[in-house]
Structure formats: structure tokens, C-alpha cells
Nanobody
């Protein structure tokens, strides 16, 4: 499974961004997909997860502001981020879990600043 993340950029506090993660390869083997982020000088943390049944989980810090979704027809996972805060600034990574592997895409930088 190969993953390609996109959509990062610079946004003002309170603004919105949409990240996308396009999957290719053996996408039928994917059990769930996650978004992680790593802020400067901090550890990488999970942000959101969605499984093949559409069940979602979110970190407390983003609940009510971020929404993860899947476009199964396009093998694309999206992370809609609203009401962004400076503390959301990080490199965001999409990952895909199969039975035997955990695949990572390259990161995309999100900067929330005025």
C-alpha cells in the first residue's frame, strides 16, 4: 500500500484546511486508516482514525473540530480541520493498517499562524 498525503499549508487561526490521503496498491487489505501529527519538538500523536465500517475515533484535542472521512470510490481518506488553532501546527501523516503491516505516507505540513 502506498499513501500520498496532500493539502497542508498556512492558515490563520480559526480557519480551515482539508487534508487528503490517496491510497494505491492493495487497498482492499486496509483495516483502518489513521492521521497522526508531530509538532516541533514533540512526539508524534494520533489525531483521528476511521475503519472500513466508517467507525471514527478522535483525539480529545480535536474532537468537534476535525472530521475524518473516506471516499471509498477514490481510495482517499480526508481530514477536514476546522477552527484551527496555533497548537494544531504540525506535520500531519496518514497511515494505513493492514493485518500484517502499518504503512505510512509522507507528511504534509500544517501551519496555523496569523
Amino acid at each position: 500500500v502506498q499513501l500520498q498525503a496532500s493539502g497542508g499549508g498556512l492558515v490563520q487561526p480559526g480557519g480551515s484546511l482539508r487534508l487528503s490521503c490517496a491510497a494505491s496498491g492493495n487497498t482492499l487489505s486496509i483495516i483502518y486508516m489513521r492521521w497522526y501529527r508531530q509538532a516541533p519538538g514533540k512526539e508524534r500523536d494520533i489525531v483521528a482514525q476511521i475503519d472500513t465500517h466508517g467507525t471514527t475515533h478522535y483525539a480529545d484535542s480535536v474532537k468537534g473540530r476535525f472530521t475524518v472521512s473516506r471516499d471509498s470510490a477514490k481510495d482517499t481518506w480526508n481530514l477536514e480541520m476546522n477552527s484551527l488553532k496555533p497548537e494544531d501546527t504540525a506535520v500531519y501523516y496518514c497511515t494505513a493498517r493492514t493485518r500484517d503491516n502499518h504503512f505510512w505516507g509522507q507528511g504534509t505540513l500544517v501551519t496555523v499562524s496569523s
